[in-house]
Structure formats: structure tokens, C-alpha cells
């Protein structure tokens, strides 16, 4: 569309230009009306040229921008991820001292769709995640873990995987399919 646009443009340049040197002999030359015409022709080829150049322009930088990172879901407006499900399920004890309290976290973990280089990391450093997920919780007390402060613990997580674990991947979201503190 490119060079169509560019060569359409030099066409109406050199009708443009025709009409201005004819039109700047007088009207007693003999293709006055001809240049009149070219002259009105080239004005309105070059705008639509240049009003094509500017939308394309703009659609290739919008196809082309990073702004956003992931794809919405058209139906209700929610992000979509790819996600990493290979964590599995962790069971370990709480930080309480007195009592025998045990969660079971079963996790995944969401990033962009497209982002090869965040599912070749998340995949290579499955067991560091692993170690990661069941020595975060073995560091929590049972109040901690409860559903009023499940955001906040996705937060810290999201954080240390991206700035600890991970090198250039860069992890969206952290979606608790069970998180469970068990005990007496």
C-alpha cells in the first residue's frame, strides 16, 4: 500500500506542478482549461494522499504499539492470559508454633499471550517456582492466609517471581485455584 500511496502521489505532483507552470502563462495558452483541471486535480489527489498516508500511518502504529500487553476478551471485557499449570498442588505447614495448621495451594500462573519467552522461563524454572510457592507459605501464619488478604499475597508473589525468579519473562497474573488452610 506503500509504494501504490507514494506513486500515486508523485503522479498528482507532476499534474499539480503541470497545472501551476500552464496556469502561470495566462489563459491564452492553449491547454489553459486542461491545467485548470490538473491543477484542481492534483489538489485533491494530494489531500486524499496525504489523508491515506496519515491513517495508515496510524493503524500500523497502533498494530504495532506495546501499549497494551494482552488481548480482551470480547465477551466480558477481561484480559486473557496464557497460563502455566505445571506448578501442581503444594501442601505445607504454617508458621504457627502451638498449632498444627497445613495449606494446600494449587496455582497458576498467567502471562501474556504470545510472550514465548515467559513460557520458556516459567517452564525451565518449574521446581524453582515450586520451592518458591511452598517456602512462601511455610512463611506465613494461618492469618495471613486468609480469603481477606488472598489479593495482597497474589501482589507479593507477582512481585518476587518477576524480580526474583524470572530474568526477562514478566508473569500478569497469580490465580489461586485452591488455597486452603487446614488444621486444628
Not at 103 to 110: D, F, L, N, P, T
Amino acid at each position: 500500500m506503500v509504494i501504490a500511496l507514494m506513486v500515486c502521489g508523485i503522479v498528482f505532483l507532476f499534474v499539480f506542478i503541470f497545472g501551476i507552470i500552464i496556469l502561470r502563462k495566462g489563459k491564452n495558452v492553449k491547454y489553459y482549461r486542461l491545467a485548470r483541471t490538473g491543477f484542481i486535480i492534483g489538489i485533491i489527489g494530494l489531500s486524499i494522499i496525504v489523508i491515506l498516508s496519515i491513517v495508515s500511518y496510524a493503524r500500523n502504529r497502533y498494530e504495532n504499539s506495546n501499549v497494551f500487553d494482552y488481548r480482551w476478551d470480547e465477551r466480558n471485557y477481561r484480559p486473557r492470559y496464557s497460563f502455566f499449570t505445571e506448578i501442581g498442588s503444594i501442601t505445607t505447614k504454617t508458621k504457627d508454633i502451638n498449632s498444627n495448621f497445613t495449606v494446600k495451594v494449587e496455582m497458576i500462573i498467567g502471562y501474556s499471550i504470545g510472550d514465548d519467552i515467559t513460557e520458556k522461563e516459567l517452564n525451565t524454572k518449574k521446581d524453582l517456582i515450586r520451592d518458591f510457592v511452598n517456602n512462601y507459605f511455610s512463611e506465613k501464619y494461618k492469618s495471613e492466609l486468609m480469603p481477606e488478604y488472598e489479593e495482597e499475597l497474589k501482589k507479593e508473589m507477582l512481585k518476587i517471581i518477576n524480580t526474583s525468579i524470572l530474568n526477562s519473562g514478566r508473569v500478569r497474573i497469580i490465580i489461586f485455584n485452591q488455597l486452603d488452610v487446614i488444621g486444628w
